[in-house]
C-alpha cells in the first residue's frame, strides 16, 4: 500500500515531500506553520493579506495606525475613494514579513507566499506589482496567485530579476481559468511551475458559484492533466480541496497530481494562527455547522463556520485603517450594505447587515471563522480532555500523518 512518502514532487532537479501547507489569510497560515513544513521537506505558505496589520502585531510597527491617522478626517464620509495605501510602506511591510520568514527559514522545503488578486486596495494594479516584487525582493521561495483570474500578474513581474528564478503558481478551479491564464502568460515566455487545482471542499473563498456542490476535485483535476497532455506541457498539478488522510493523499498521486495542498488539518495546529479558543469551535463543528454563504464582498462564496461572529454584524466600515477591499474606485460591497441599513436605522444603532460583512475587520480579528469542509472531522484527529477540550495537535505531527498513514488511518497524539 503506498503513502505519500513513496512520491517526491520535482521542480527541476530538487525534490520535496509533495506536500503544500496552503496559505490561510489574515495570518493564520503563520511563518511558524509554513517554516515547520520547510523544515520537513515540504513547502509552507504564508500570507501577504493585510500585511501591515500583520508586521504591526509581530514587528511592533505602526503601519495601521500611522494610516488611520492620516485618513482620520474620513472615517464618518461614506465615500472611501480618498483612502489609498502608501506603496512605499506597503513594500516595507511585505519585505518585513518576508524578509523575517526567509531568515529563519531552516531545512530543504520551500517558502511560498500566497497572494490573492481580490485585495484591490483601492489601486488594484500598483498594489499588486508592490506586493509580489517586494516579496520577491525579500528572497521568497515562491509565490502562488490565488483568488482572482491573475491575466496581467506575471507582466508585473516581469522585470525582477527573480522573474524566472523563483517559483511561480497559481490557484485554479476550472480547465478554462487556466487556459485564460497560460494564453496571457505565454506572451512572457515564461510558463507557471506549478499549478494548483483547487476544489469546491475548501476553506476560504471558493472559486466557483453557489452551484459549487456539483464540481469535484478528482473531475477537475482529470480535465486539467488531459488537457496539459494535450498541450504537451509539463508542470506539475497539486491537488487542493478536502484532502484529509494519507490515503486521500495517494488517490490523487496515483491519478496524476504530483502534489498535495492541504489546510483544515493545520487549523488545529499549534502553530497556526488562529486564537486557542477558536481551535476550540473549529474541533467541535459538526457537519450541519460548515456553511458556504455570500457575505464576502469579494464576491466569491466563502466557506465559515455557522457561528462565526461575522455573520449579521453592523460594524462601521474600517477603510481609513483597512481597505483591502475597496476596488479602484473606493468601493467595497459591505459599505452599499451597510448604507442600506444606516438609511432604516440613522442613529447607527442596532445595525445589523446581514447580506455582506466588513471582511477586512473580522479576518483582522479572527472573527470570520472560515475553514475547510473537512472541519467536523477534526475531533478525531485528537484527543480529548478531561475538562471537554480538544488538544491542539504539533503541525509536525500533522504533516507526518499525512506523509506516512496508510488506509485512510490518522495517528492520535500521544
Ligand atoms: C482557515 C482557512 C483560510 C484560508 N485562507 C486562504 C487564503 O487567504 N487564500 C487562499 O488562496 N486560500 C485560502 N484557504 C485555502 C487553502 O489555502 C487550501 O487551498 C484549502 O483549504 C485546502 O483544502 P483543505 O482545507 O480541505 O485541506 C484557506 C483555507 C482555510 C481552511
Request: hydrophobic letters at 40%.
Given at each position: 500500500m503506498?503513502r505519500?512518502?513513496?512520491?517526491?514532487?520535482?521542480?527541476?532537479?530538487?525534490e520535496?515531500?509533495?506536500?503544500?501547507?496552503?496559505?490561510?489569510?489574515?495570518?493564520?497560515s503563520?511563518?511558524?506553520?509554513?517554516?515547520e513544513?520547510?523544515?520537513l521537506?515540504?513547502?509552507?505558505?504564508?500570507?501577504?493579506?493585510m500585511?501591515p496589520?500583520?508586521?504591526?502585531?509581530?514587528?511592533?510597527?505602526?503601519?495601521?495606525?500611522e494610516?488611520?491617522?492620516f485618513?482620520?478626517?474620513?472615517?464618518?464620509?461614506?465615500?472611501?475613494?480618498d483612502?489609498?495605501?502608501?506603496?512605499?510602506?506597503?513594500?516595507?511591510?511585505?519585505?518585513?514579513?518576508?524578509?523575517?520568514?526567509?531568515?529563519?527559514?531552516?531545512?530543504?522545503g520551500?517558502v511560498?507566499?500566497?497572494c490573492?488578486?481580490?485585495?484591490?486596495?483601492?489601486?488594484p494594479?500598483?498594489?499588486?506589482?508592490?506586493?509580489?516584487?517586494s516579496a520577491?525582493?525579500?528572497?521568497?521561495?515562491g509565490?502562488?496567485?490565488?483568488?482572482?483570474?491573475h491575466?496581467?500578474s506575471?507582466?508585473?513581474?516581469?522585470?525582477?530579476?527573480?522573474?524566472?528564478?523563483?517559483?511561480l503558481?497559481?490557484?485554479?478551479?476550472?480547465?478554462?481559468?487556466?487556459?485564460l491564464?497560460l494564453?496571457k502568460?505565454?506572451?512572457?515566455?515564461?510558463?507557471?511551475?506549478?499549478?494548483?487545482?483547487?476544489?469546491?471542499?475548501?476553506?476560504?473563498?471558493?472559486?466557483?458559484g453557489?452551484?459549487?456542490?456539483?464540481?469535484?476535485l478528482?473531475t477537475?483535476?482529470?480535465?486539467?492533466?488531459?488537457?496539459?497532455?494535450?498541450?504537451?506541457?509539463?508542470?506539475?498539478l497539486?491537488?487542493a480541496g478536502?484532502?484529509?488522510?494519507?490515503?486521500?493523499?495517494?488517490?490523487?498521486?496515483?491519478?496524476g497530481?504530483?502534489?498535495?495542498?492541504?489546510?483544515t488539518?493545520?487549523?488545529v495546529?499549534?502553530?497556526?494562527?488562529l486564537?486557542?479558543k477558536?481551535?476550540?469551535?473549529y474541533?467541535k463543528?459538526?457537519?450541519?455547522?460548515?456553511?458556504?454563504?455570500?457575505?464576502?464582498?469579494?464576491?466569491?462564496?466563502?466557506?465559515?463556520?455557522?457561528?462565526?461572529?461575522?455573520i449579521?454584524?453592523?460594524i462601521?466600515p474600517?477603510?481609513?485603517?483597512?481597505?483591502?477591499?475597496?476596488?479602484?474606485?473606493?468601493?467595497?460591497?459591505?459599505?452599499?450594505?451597510y448604507?442600506?441599513?444606516?438609511?432604516i436605522?440613522?442613529?447607527g444603532?442596532n445595525i445589523?447587515?446581514?447580506?455582506?460583512?466588513c471582511?477586512?475587520t473580522?479576518?483582522?480579528?479572527?472573527?470570520?471563522w472560515?475553514?475547510?469542509?473537512t472541519?467536523?472531522?477534526?475531533?478525531?484527529?485528537t484527543?480529548?480532555l478531561?475538562?471537554?477540550?480538544?488538544?491542539?495537535?504539533?503541525?509536525?505531527h500533522?504533516?507526518?500523518?499525512?506523509?506516512?498513514?496508510v488506509?485512510?488511518?490518522?495517528?492520535?497524539?500521544?
Amino acid at each position: 500500500m503506498k503513502r505519500v512518502d513513496d512520491f517526491r514532487l520535482k521542480f527541476g532537479k530538487k525534490e520535496y515531500v509533495p506536500l503544500i501547507i496552503g496559505g490561510m489569510g489574515v495570518d493564520i497560515s503563520t511563518a511558524e506553520l509554513a517554516l515547520e513544513a520547510v523544515r520537513l521537506g515540504g513547502i509552507g505558505h504564508i500570507s501577504d493579506a493585510m500585511v501591515p496589520d500583520v508586521s504591526d502585531r509581530r514587528f511592533d510597527t505602526d503601519f495601521v495606525k500611522e494610516k488611520t491617522k492620516f485618513y482620520k478626517y474620513n472615517i464618518s464620509n461614506s465615500d472611501k475613494s480618498d483612502v489609498k495605501f502608501d506603496l512605499g510602506r506597503l513594500a516595507e511591510a511585505t519585505k518585513l514579513h518576508v524578509g523575517r520568514t526567509m531568515e529563519a527559514k531552516q531545512g530543504e522545503g520551500m517558502v511560498f507566499i500566497n497572494c490573492m488578486e481580490k485585495l484591490t486596495m483601492n489601486a488594484p494594479r500598483e498594489t499588486l506589482q508592490v506586493r509580489l516584487n517586494s516579496a520577491l525582493d525579500a528572497g521568497i521561495d515562491g509565490i502562488t496567485l490565488s483568488a482572482g483570474l491573475h491575466l496581467g500578474s506575471f507582466a508585473l513581474m516581469a522585470d525582477n530579476p527573480r522573474f524566472r528564478d523563483a517559483k511561480l503558481g497559481i490557484i485554479v478551479s476550472s480547465v478554462r481559468a487556466l487556459q485564460l491564464f497560460l494564453r496571457k502568460t505565454s506572451r512572457l515566455g515564461r510558463l507557471p511551475d506549478y499549478i494548483i487545482i483547487e476544489g469546491p471542499l475548501a476553506g476560504g473563498h471558493l472559486g466557483f458559484g453557489m452551484d459549487w456542490a456539483q464540481y469535484d476535485l478528482a473531475t477537475i483535476v482529470a480535465e486539467i492533466a488531459q488537457f496539459m497532455k494535450t498541450e504537451q506541457l509539463d508542470i506539475p498539478l497539486i491537488a487542493a480541496g478536502g484532502i484529509f488522510t494519507g490515503s486521500d493523499a495517494v488517490s490523487f498521486l496515483e491519478n496524476g497530481a504530483a502534489g498535495l495542498q492541504v489546510a483544515t488539518r493545520f487549523t488545529v495546529s499549534n502553530e497556526c494562527g488562529l486564537p486557542a479558543k477558536i481551535k476550540q469551535e473549529y474541533f467541535k463543528a459538526s457537519e450541519e455547522d460548515i456553511i458556504v454563504n455570500t457575505i464576502s464582498p469579494t464576491g466569491y462564496p466563502m466557506r465559515m463556520l455557522r457561528s462565526t461572529p461575522a455573520i449579521g454584524a453592523g460594524i462601521r466600515p474600517n477603510c481609513e485603517a483597512y481597505g483591502y477591499l475597496l476596488d479602484g474606485n473606493g468601493s467595497c460591497a459591505y459599505i452599499n450594505a451597510y448604507n442600506e441599513q444606516i438609511v432604516i436605522h440613522p442613529d447607527g444603532k442596532n445595525i445589523s447587515v446581514m447580506d455582506k460583512t466588513c471582511l477586512c475587520t473580522h479576518m483582522r480579528n479572527f472573527n470570520c471563522w472560515t475553514c475547510g469542509s473537512t472541519t467536523n472531522r477534526l475531533k478525531d484527529t485528537t484527543r480529548q480532555l478531561a475538562d471537554g477540550s480538544y488538544r491542539t495537535l504539533s503541525a509536525e505531527h500533522i504533516f507526518k500523518d499525512y506523509q506516512f498513514s496508510v488506509d485512510h488511518q490518522i495517528a492520535l497524539p500521544d
